[in-house]
Structures are given as C-alpha cells and as structure tokens.
C-alpha cells in the first residue's frame, strides 16, 4: 500500500510501500540508513544486509543522492525520539539513479545554488521555505473570505500606471503600441468593491527598480484588497487581523518547517497577544531622531530606519498619515491635516522590513482629479478611474501584502530569493 510520509504515524507494524527520493544515505557496509523524501516529509528507512536479498542489497548500493525510488518495509516508532518513525526495508526498487548530483549537503556558495535553483527547491530547507508560502497564501484566503472580501483578480497588462512609468517593464502589444507588466492591481479592484463590496487580488507583480537589497525582487507576488465603507482604522484592523490569522496558520502547522530553519517560534506567538503599535509618520522621525537616525522629516524610511524603530517591539509597527508630498495622488487627504494622506506601513519585526502598504482612497472627484493634475498624470489614461467617483462614490480603503516579505520574516531567510521558487532579480533572470 503506497502512502505519504505524513501520515506514517498511523501505519506502525504495517508494512507499507513509500515513493520519492533518496535524501541521505549511510552505510556501514552491513546496515544502511537511507534517508528518503516524498515531497510531504522525510524519513529514515534501514536495510540489513542479511535481511534483503542481494538483488536489494546492491540497488541499495547503487542509490546516490537524488535518485528516485520505491520502498517497501514495516513502519516502527523511533525507540527515543517522540513523533519520529523508522521504516524497516523488506523491498526495494532503484527507479532511476542520479549520477553526480551538483548540490551535495554541505554549504556551497549563493551564486552556485541559485544557478541549480531548479535542483536547490530539494534541500530540507527549501523545502520547509515552500511549504511556509504555501501556509502563507492559504492562510491570506481564508482570513480574507472570513471578512467578507471575494477573489477577483487583476490584469497583468496595463496600459497605465498607479504610480508612474519609471518602475514599469514594458511590453511590445500588437497595434496598440505598449503594455505595462503591473506593478500592483489597486486600481482595478477599486472598480470591483463597486459590484462586489469588499474583493482582493493575488498574483504576480513588477517592478522594475534597481534596488539590489536582500527585500527586493522584480517579480513577487502580491496580495491587494480593497473594501468599499472601509475607513483608515478599519483598514489597519483588517491588516492586523490578516497578519495575525498568517502567523496563527504557519503556528498551527509548520512546527516541522520550523524545526528545519532553526526558527525560534516565541516571537511570533508573542506577536498574537497584543495590538501592533501606532506611529503617526511625525511620531515615527520624532522617535528615529531619539533612537540616533538623522532621517529628515519628508524621506521615505531606510532599511535601518525600521530596525531602529522596531528592534524592542514584540508585535509589528504601523506608520501611519504621511506627508501627502511623498506619496501617491489616489491617497485621501487627512481631513485633520491637508498635508497628510491616511495610508500606512506596516514594519515586521525581527528586521523584517514593510510588509504592507495600506491607504484610505481619494474618493471625491474634483479632489481626485486635482491631485493628477498636481502630479501632472495623464489624464485621459484615468478617465476610467475617475468614473468610479462619479457613479456612486463610497468611502473606500485598502492595502497590499507582499508574499515573500511575509515569508521571509516568518521563516527568518536572510535573503528574499529563497521565498519564491523562482526569484527574478536585478541580475537574475534563469533559471
Ligand atoms: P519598499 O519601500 O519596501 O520598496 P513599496 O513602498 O514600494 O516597498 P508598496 O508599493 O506599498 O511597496 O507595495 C506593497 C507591498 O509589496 C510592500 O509592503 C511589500 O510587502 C511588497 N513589496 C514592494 N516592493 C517589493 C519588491 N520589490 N519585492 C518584494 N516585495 C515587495
């Protein structure tokens, strides 16, 4: 009976067949430990010699690192170790033997790794990476469907920009000269909250900056929601929430995942038992200035910056109500301070940097337009975008999660190219 390492528990003094691939292997010549994966877990398998025909015994042998494999033995409990489970080989078949496997389990340079990065996904690690995106995604579903926001989805060629074009990869399209790759499907789902009230996106984005920090990808995913009657402070409920319920998720369930990455839990469970903290953008430079930074009021915040102002902080920090002149024209004005938007950041701890940009939405006409002319935008290209605030404007609001910045806090990878299968970098394009 072939069944998946996960659900070994439920199998001791079966026998049961497994199949994947050969991890590890030791052996003394008489007894062999193989340590073998199916892509739902790892397990150690034991052959003795004397046990298995010869037949087996050399197909043993001949198992390199990587091969592919059927195995079939009686399932035992670890005689020590809690929750841990051996399989006993009674059969065995050698499906396709790797010949010199680039990546053997030792430390090898990045720039090596990420060029076998269709090889590297194997590693214990990756591994544990995937599954925790994974947890991440479905978590980011589930809380969003808990608040009412439906999936729509967004197109990935545009032919406008939510924030200009000098951050956009453009893309030859048929007679209508270019199309823009999006860098974020905002504005589309705005249109949507009007059909469906409260909906969100998720899928991939670009941005075609230079910016060559351990957070940036040109390629990541992204996850907008948008709500219509949605104000500033439900807006950063609902962000908090959404955090929350990721952390809860990955708690719940990537134990194992955690134990690979050597990940100390005990922050994130601390992280659940508080309200995050609230700086207004001014409080934020008032502290960094006090904390040692010499940001000056009207500069975006450095990666520095949101260590400094994080690293005593148990839950993540909102910055919230920046200066209007640094920030995009749909963003609503401070009713309290026309030189202030209500948006916000929201800064992870554990030097995870923003994980969230979040805004309340111009939703008056004159003011909206007003705003693209001051950025001097092109009109014509937001007439579609302005209509949403001549038939029936509400009070609306939202935000964007980045997938491998919450990924890459949760598993604490220093770099964010291992939070996504396939990172596409400023000089990384293969494979
Ligand atoms: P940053 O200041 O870190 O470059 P941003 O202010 O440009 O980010 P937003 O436009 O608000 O970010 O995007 C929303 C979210 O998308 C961010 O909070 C972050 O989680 C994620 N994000 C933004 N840019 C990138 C990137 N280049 N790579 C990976 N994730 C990103």
């Known amino acids: 009976m072939h069944i998946l390492i996960k659900n070994i528990s439920h199998y001791v003094g079966q026998e049961i067949t497994l199949k ?10 008489k007894i062999a430990f193989l340590e073998v994966r199916d892509g739902t877990g790892f397990i150690q398998t034991v052959a003795v010699k004397d046990n298995v025909s010869e037949q087996i015994w050399q197909d043993i042998e001949k198992t390199t690192q990587e091969s592919s494999l059927e195995v079939t033995g009686i399932v035992s409990k670890h005689p020590k170790k809690e929750n841990v489970y051996e399989l006993q080989i009674t059969s065995y078949e050698l499906l ?18 990420m060029d076998n990065r269709h090889l590297w996904l194997r590693s214990k690690r990756q591994w544990a990476i995937l599954r925790i995106r994974d947890m991440v995604e479905m978590a980011i579903n589930e809380y969003l469907h808990t608040e009412n926001f439906i999936r729509t989805d967004s197109p990935i ?13 453009p893309v030859p399209y048929f007679d209508l000269g270019e199309a823009y790759l999006s ?6 789902i705005e ?61 719940e369930n990537c134990t194992q995942e955690f134990e690979i990455l050597e990940r100390n839990p005990e922050p994130l469970k601390k992280v659940l038992e508080k309200s995050f903290t609230r700086y207004t953008y001014e409080d934020a430079i008032k502290k960094l200035h006090e904390l040692g930074s010499d940001i000056q009021y009207g500069e975006d915040l450095g990666n520095d910056d949101e260590g400094l102002l994080t690293k005593d902080s148990d839950v993540p920090v ?22 202030r938007v209500l948006n916000d950041d929201l800064i992870a701890i554990e030097n995870g940097g923003e994980i969230i940009g979040g805004s309340q939405r111009e939703d008056n006409f004159d003011l909206l337009l007003e705003r693209i002319r001051e950025e001097k935008l092109p009109e014509k290209d937001y007439e579609w975008y302005t209509d949403l605030r001549k ?10 999660i980045g997938v491998e910045r919450m990924v890459r806090w949760i598993s604490q990878a220093e770099h964010i190219r291992e939070c996504i299968p396939f990172p596409r970098l400023v000089n990384r394009l293969k494979p």
């Open 20 to 29: 994947g691939w050969l991890y590890n292997k030791r052996s003394s010549g």
């Open 96 to 113: 396709q033997q790797a010949v010199d496997y680039p990546i053997a389990l030792k430390d090898h340079g990045p720039e090596f790794l």
């Open 157 to 169: 060629f545009t032919p406008n920009a939510c924030e200009g074009t000098t951050t956009l990869f």
């Open 183 to 188: 860098q974020s499907g905002q504005l589309y």
């Open 191 to 251: 249109a949507a909250i009007a059909s469906v009230g409260r909906c969100y996106d998720f899928g991939p984005v670009f941005r075609a900056e230079k910016s060559m920090t351990k957070r940036h990808l040109t390629e990541f995913w992204m996850m907008d929601a948008e709500g219509a009657f949605v104000g500033h402070d439900e807006n950063l409920r609902i962000q908090e929430g959404l955090v929350k319920a990721i952390i809860k998720k990955c708690l």
């Open 318 to 339: 909102f910055i919230e109500k920046w200066p209007k002149s640094i920030k995009p024209f749909y963003m609503k004005i401070d009713a309290t301070n026309p030189d």
């Open 391 to 400: 038939y029936g404007s509400v009070p609306h609001s939202g935000f964007g």
